[in-house]
């Protein structure tokens, strides 16, 4: 079939990883139809295999199984799997795309398939490597890749089916009680037409086995890195229980080796980016399984990639005793007696050889493109760098490829972690969301009747108890809790899942809640943060109300902070759900409230990535105020000579940016203007703008902040503006651009010259070592004789920036390691700065006399953030920068609605992420401004009519509320603007003779729960 109608509409997603899934959620929320195809069973990709994420250490799959649940039942979502396509052929001119798209066939027909698991438990034939256990475990011919697979259909290997092999067996079609299995299916063929392709195909990593040094596949202990993930989580082959594979015992002492075949000239000479971070990450969680053991970190240089991250290394070092040691193997052998590994390696901190022998390795590959990439890279015609990633456009752009409508997101272009490949998700969306003709989307009417309950209906309480994997079950007695919740009062089912969160398990919620006449629910699982909506869209599926469904938190409150008490821990499950349950019986329907989205955006910032932002808004036709406080657009950037190593200007990318600013009739910008105070919410708020002593109100339905960040000046770092010819980096630039410097002179960086430092600024700054590299290389360009000298800690860079650091070392820049307790000490003598320094590497110690010397300083949050955060109501982090709704799946978004942020605002990162970043916060934005509608929650203060005769009038509750959403009406009466309330409660905690009540939160229902877990009643409700 071909869908031509729609083209113009519609947008393909290759890739069902998380950033394919997040691509395809923002489109198909913006209106398009998205078809997103996915060559193996489920979606989910790398990140379902992964046992927890860094730096929060939220479990993985368990934050990415609601979006995964999400985007198969979103109505504009065609989800394909176990599909590929075979062909793309560029039509009408270009503007559109038909793509061949092959569907393969499961064997078992997915509109039968009940996920009972029947097939793959009947199968005589379970000896297969299990590829989502990375062969850890065997699997069936029909089997299922993981538990929370999406969709939760089986299927069966062809290739080692019995059946399929000598035409005998059957017998998964025998016992299947839905009568699923079907022999007779064949692969299939469809043609789309669609107006863009966003490419989210993900990595693999590179088969170490051929590096003989470390004995992968020859030694039994010795696994990867991903192999490791699996061994550690709870839904792994091991239960997550940490054993080696030669018997099956607790290792004590485990060596984790980085860059193997990554940074090396002869394999991948890239840097793989995220190694660091995972391995750090696989430390810290080794250690919460058991605090006796003993890590060892092999290491070149540690480099973090993200916000928090330096803190998270540094945090395994003091409070896990992580023990990282530099200096990377040569050499592993094995204790052919005890299967004990010997490590030969060079401690370069102390120079010495050394033999440390551990019962465990994990290695820690390249980052390579995902199997079969060159080959899918030629049907799609885009154009591959010399590592086999897609090549972007340009150097500053991540997302654009060599073909106009294709784009890019996540490791297909090279390594990422996950906060930045869900952002660039988001940006690829805005991408592909520009070639299409939506700009106001179709409402999709609902089927959904809504059963009504009131109070006073008998309570048919629903009960379902997670085990997730062992992250509950293994220090909760799960059943136990589950028996004696059966005999609770108005309980009227309780049912255990291994993992409530899969799709499975949504399908068994709903067919309980009909079956058993339920109209309240209580979901004991992980955590609401990021899973009570996933409950509450299931329930309302089958007409629950989704205030009727509420969440007992037992992994993060009970099961994780009882880890060494399991009576304890199985105490406090029973007694949360216990305090759920009463909870339920008192509360009633509530309902979202609907507001209208004026279609305008404010953009707070007009730097690069506030610009970028606009413009993204303003092609789709909505309204956009740029608010820049300075009197030119274009913020830091400007002060750059050259923004990267390949020798791009400022003014390249500047330049064609202003002029499409200055173009659009959309785009209105406010210079040398700040803004004064923000009012409203979602959909509706009002801005008070200050210019030239002026105030000018404007209405927006979405705000951005992009107010980036500045260069921290070093006074009292060496000397700065004591002596002369101390410059930092940004300084440095100037002298480039002005022909200042001269040829010959002695030149030396310092880096982290304020940052990284133990209290304070503890954060890397990510930028500062790629900033001094170009620096010095443009220098060394220009000047041939100048000596130059780069002190460092370690050297942060990533991908192509490591070729770039090896061609500065290779141009004759000299690298010289410094420990931080140790750092150069800086004179000035006869009018020459002398250096003092000690080599970590060498363990010299030597003079050196400079004409300069550049500080490496970060960047550092404005001052007005803080007023800026309190008039958004939205929260800033340690460091000043803004802090984002989850750093994994929402890096762009704030708390609260209708708010977004991007960029340095954010925390530092070079030019590319921010653009990408900014472009990732405008699909985000346009979300809400396309539907022209948006949701608030109902959860909100109100005064009942029974109550208002209590009201005194005081007025406390207009001063004490947050969100000034309370008011006086011309009756003098107490008014609450439930489109600007949050709920907060401060309201109702502080009304001095309790008017003012907070609905889904009222006494008689805390009350209730307080008393819940007692015979005797502990609290009386007093009115």
């Not at 370069?348 to 390579?368: N, Q, R, S």
């Not at 390949?646 to 210079?671: C, D």
Request: glycine letters at 6%; one cysteine or more; aromatic letters at 8%.
């Amino acid at each position: 079939m071909v869908e031509s109608n729609n083209s113009e509409k519609q947008v393909l997603v290759i890739g069902g990883g998380v950033a394919g899934i997040s691509a395809a959620l923002d489109l198909a929320d913006q209106g398009h139809l998205v078809y997103l195809v996915e060559k193996s069973p489920s979606i989910g990709g790398k990140m379902a295999q992964l046992d927890k994420t860094f730096p929060t250490l939220d479990c993985s799959i368990c934050i990415l199984a609601p979006k995964m649940v999400e985007c198969a039942r979103h109505p504009r979502i065609e989800l394909l799997t176990y599909s590929e396509v075979k062909r793309v052929d560029r039509i009408r001119n270009g503007s559109t795309f038909k793509v061949r798209i092959l569907l393969k066939p499961r064997y078992i027909d997915s509109s039968k398939c009940t996920s009972c698991g029947t097939c793959a438990q009947k199968c005589p034939y379970k000896n297969f490597p299990s590829e989502f256990e990375q062969g850890l475990s065997k699997r069936g011919a029909a089997y299922i890749p993981f538990l929370q697979a999406v969709p939760a259909v089986y299927l069966i290997d062809s290739e080692n089916c019995t059946y399929f092999k000598n035409g005998t067996c059957k017998v998964c079609e025998k016992f299947c009680p839905a009568h699923a299995v079907d022999f007779e299916q064949k692969p299939k063929e469809i043609e789309i037409e669609v107006a863009s392709i966003i490419v989210a195909t993900g990595f693999d990593l590179m088969d170490v086995s051929s590096l003989e040094r470390y004995g992968y596949g020859k030694y039994s202990n010795v696994t990867v890195s991903l192999e490791y993930e699996r061994i550690m989580c709870a839904s792994g082959p091991t239960k997550g229980e940490i054993l080696r594979p030669s018997d099956n015992k607790h290792p004590h002492k485990i060596g984790f080796i980085l860059c193997v075949g990554s940074r090396n000239v002869n394999l991948k000479p890239y840097c793989s980016k995220i190694c660091c971070m995972y391995a750090t990450k696989e430390a810290i969680m080794t250690m919460e399984h058991h605090s006796d053991a003993e890590i060892l970190v092999f290491y070149n240089d540690l480099r973090t990639i993200g916000k928090n991250h330096n803190e998270f290394i540094d945090r395994a070092k003091s409070d896990y005793k992580v023990q990282y040691v530099r200096g990377l193997p040569n050499k592993i052998y094995e204790n052919t007696e005890t299967k004990d590994l010997i490590i030969r390696h060079k401690d370069f901190d102390t120079g010495e050889i050394k033999f440390d022998t551990v019962d465990m390795v994990v290695l820690f590959p390249a980052v390579i493109p995902s199997r079969g990439a060159e080959e899918f890279n030629d049907i799609l015609g885009v154009e591959m760098d010399e590592y086999g990633f897609i090549k972007p456009v340009s150097s500053t752009n991540n997302i654009e490829t060599n073909i106009p409508g294709i784009y890019v997101c996540g490791c297909v272009h090279g390594p990422e972690d996950i906060s930045t490949s869900v952002a660039e998700a988001s940006g690829a969306a805005s991408k592909a969301a520009s070639r299409t003709s939506i700009t106001t989307i179709d409402e999709i009417k609902e089927d959904i009747v809504e059963r009504k309950v009131s109070k006073s209906d008998p309570p048919r309480i629903g009960v379902f108890i997670c085990h997730c994997g062992s992250n509950i079950a293994g220090f909760v007695d799960v059943k136990k809790v589950a028996e004696e919740i059966k005999t609770v009062p108005d309980v009227a089912y309780v049912e255990r899942n291994l993992y409530t969160c899969s799709e499975e398990s949504q399908n068994s919620i709903k067919a309980a809640i009909e079956k058993y006449d339920l109209n309240r629910v209580v979901i004991a699982a992980c955590t609401p943060r990021t899973h009570l909506p996933l409950f509450q869209g299931t329930c309302h599926e089958v007409g629950l109300n989704p205030y009727l469904v509420l969440f007992a938190s037992i992994r993060e409150l009970v099961s994780w902070v009882h880890m060494s008490e399991p009576e304890k821990a199985t105490q406090k499950a029973k007694e949360q759900i216990l305090m759920c349950i009463a909870k339920s019986r008192l509360v009633e329907p509530l309902h979202d409230i609907e507001v209208n989205v004026l279609p305008a955006s404010l953009v707070i910032g007009g730097g690069i990535a506030g610009m970028t932002a606009a413009l993204a808004m303003a092609k789709k036709g909505f309204k956009v105020y740029i608010v820049e406080r300075s009197e030119n657009l274009g913020g830091f950037i400007r002060n750059l000579n050259e923004i990267n190593t390949e020798g791009t200007s400022s003014e390249q990318v500047l330049t064609p940016i202003l002029q499409a600013i200055k173009t659009n009739p959309n785009i209105e910008v406010f210079i040398s203007s700040t803004i004064k105070a923000v009012n409203g919410s979602i959909g509706n708020f009002l801005i008070v703008i200050e210019q030239n002593s002026e105030e000018k109100e404007i209405k927006t339905g979405t705000i951005i902040v992009a107010v980036g960040g500045k260069e921290f000046k070093p006074n009292g770092y060496y000397h700065y503006e004591e002596y002369e010819n101390i410059f930092t980096n940004l300084e440095l630039e100037g002298l480039i651009r002005n022909e200042q410097l001269q040829d010959g002179e002695s030149i030396a960086f310092i880096q982290c010259v304020g940052s990284r430092e133990e209290q304070g600024r503890t954060y890397c700054s990510l930028t500062c070592c790629e900033e001094s590299i170009k620096n010095a290389l443009t220098v060394k360009k220009r000047y041939p004789n100048s000596q130059i000298f780069i002190f460092y800690r370690d050297i942060r860079v990533s991908y192509k920036e490591e070729i770039e650091y090896r061609k500065a070392r290779e141009k004759g820049i000299n690298f010289i390691q410094y420990k931080p307790e140790n750092p150069p000490m800086l004179k000035n003598k006869d009018d020459k700065l002398i250096l003092n320094v000690s080599d970590a590497l060498t363990r010299m110690k030597f003079e050196l006399s400079l004409d300069k010397v550049v500080l490496a300083t970060p960047l550092i949050a404005w001052e007005e953030n803080k007023k800026l955060s309190e008039m958004l109501k939205v929260p800033l982090d340690k460091n000043g920068f803004f802090f984002e709704a989850h750093p994994k799946l929402r890096p762009v978004d704030f708390a609260t609605d209708g708010i977004f942020t991007c960029g340095t605002a954010q925390c530092p990162k070079n030019i590319k992420e921010s653009l990408s970043q900014a472009l990732g916060a405008a699909s985000r934005a346009l979300i809400p401004l396309m539907n022209s509608k948006a949701s608030v929650e109902g959860a909100t203060s109100s005064l009942p009519e029974f109550n208002k005769k209590l009201c005194t009038g005081c007025e406390v509750c207009l001063t004490v509320c947050p969100y000034n959403a309370i008011s006086k009406n011309e009756l003098d009466e107490i008014e609450i603007n439930q489109v600007l309330c949050k709920g907060c409660g401060v309201c109702g905690a502080t009304c001095t003779n309790q008017a003012l009540v907070i609905k889904h939160f009222t006494n008689e229902q805390i009350i209730s729960q307080i008393n819940s877990c007692k015979e005797e009643k502990l609290v009386e409700l007093k009115l």
